[in-house]
């Protein structure tokens, strides 16, 4: 296996894991949260926002925003012209689709919920924060959770497609048939 294979496949493990955490958490945890009542709603989505931040949610995201363009670069430096363009459409809608859609979008709102001091406030405006939040939260959610999915599909076809003339790995040597 050379360098470049091996990059790809961390890149796409790493797409894998966040477009899977995503995924995972539209179709389980969002539905789970949105029975609760509105107090043990913000409560839980305060708690949740604190605890993902942490080194593994770290590495899956912002690793995925650095090894795209290094495994794009290696295919554009390589002459593989089909996966090159492959990999910078990933690249380009998981940093616009995924991450900046979290940093201005999901990341705020997350902010000011953590700013948000339930005890001290009413029903009402409890039930106003929750409606505030939710709505906006999941739409960036959803459309993050969407580029991360198109991300990786992107990748995975970036792995089994490849040009044809495609400059190989020196180290990479076919063996001869004998006749």
């Given at each position: 296996m050379n360098t470049q294979n091996l990059v790809l496949i961390i890149t796409a493990t790493l797409t894998a894991l966040i477009a899977g955490l995503f995924y995972s958490y539209s179709c389980s945890v969002n539905p789970g949260l949105g029975k609760l009542a509105d107090k043990e709603y913000l409560l839980a989505m305060q708690s949740i926002n604190k605890e993902i931040l942490n080194p593994v949610f770290f590495?899956?995201?912002?690793?995925?925003?650095?090894?795209?363009?290094?495994?794009?670069?290696?295919?554009?430096?390589?002459?593989d012209t089909i996966a090159f363009w492959l990999l910078l459409a990933a690249t380009i809608l998981y940093a616009a689709g995924t991450f900046v859609i979290t940093m201005a979008g999901n990341v705020p709102l997350n902010e000011t919920l953590d700013a948000f001091d339930i005890n001290s406030n009413s029903v009402n405006e409890i039930a106003e924060q929750r409606r505030v939040f939710e709505s906006s939260w999941n739409m960036f959610h959803s459309i993050r959770t969407i580029a991360a999915i198109a991300a990786l599909?992107?990748?995975?076809?970036?792995?089994?497609?490849?040009?044809p003339n495609s400059n190989k790995d020196k180290n990479n040597v076919t063996p001869q048939r004998s006749l």
């Open positions: 590495l899956s995201f912002m690793g995925t925003l650095v090894m795209l363009p290094v495994s794009t670069f290696l295919k554009y430096k390589s002459g599909i992107l990748v995975i076809t970036g792995c089994v497609l490849s040009s």
